[in-house]
T-cell receptor, first 106, second 114 residues
């Protein structure tokens, strides 16, 4: 029982590049979430999925897309990365958080 | 707008002394409230939650939190601080009765000195 897993752990991108952050949970939860953490700002919700097949915008969705692939997996995509997206990204399944992905956009 | 406030950026406590990390909330309806701890370069670890019932909630590692509806507060407490408690603490409120759609406070850095 791994809980919530995220890949990759760390990524460096150039401005304009795209990438997908992967998240999976093995707790059979319906709801999953993507947050970003920036210094002095706490965590802010990007997108969430209340159940398989549904996704909704959170507080800061611009520049991101998500896919709820199945009940286990919820991915976050940056189509054209910008330096403002440099952050630490956390996936959550209900109240349980993954270890995070540290993203640096140059 | 709904919000969670942690009025102290940093709290300094001597080891063995009691600690309090403050949190107030402004959320419509009956809130779900949470405390998380984050160690450097790590994810968030769940400490405790309040959904309903007893206003004093006990959680992991000897932490507890007191829900006060009239003051809209949910302060985190521990009777005797340890150096290993030094970390970043986040208070969060669940929107719409959710345990995952959370609004976070900005965090409070707890420093426990020997």
């Amino acid at each position: 029982n791994a809980g919530v897993t995220q890949t990759p752990k760390f990524q460096v991108l150039k401005t304009g590049q795209s990438m997908t952050l992967q998240c999976a949970q093995d707790m059979n939860h319906n709801s999953m979430y993507w947050y970003r953490q920036d210094p002095g700002m706490g965590l802010r919700l990007i997108y969430y999925s209340a159940s398989e097949g549904t996704t909704d915008k959170g507080e800061v969705p611009n520049g991101y897309n998500v896919s709820r692939l199945n009940k286990r997996e919820f991915s976050l995509r940056l189509e054209s990365a910008a330096p403002s997206q440099t952050s630490v990204y956390f996936c959550a399944s209900r109240r349980y958080f993954g270890p995070g992905t540290r993203l640096l956009v140059l | 707008a709904q919000s969670v406030a942690q009025p102290e950026d940093q709290v300094n406590v001597a080891e063995g002394n009691p600690l309090t990390v403050k949190c107030t909330y402004s959320v419509s309806g009956n809130p779900y409230l949470f405390w998380y701890v984050q160690y450097p370069n790590r994810g968030l670890q769940f400490l405790l939650k309040y959904i309903t019932g007893d206003n004093l909630v006990k959680g992991s590692y000897g932490f507890e939190a007191e829900f006060n509806k009239s003051q809209t507060s949910f302060h985190l407490k521990k009777p005797s601080a340890l150096v290993s408690d030094s970390a970043l603490y986040f208070c969060a409120a669940g929107l719409g009765g959710s345990q995952g759609n959370l609004i976070f406070g900005k965090g409070t850095k707890l420093s426990v000195k020997p």
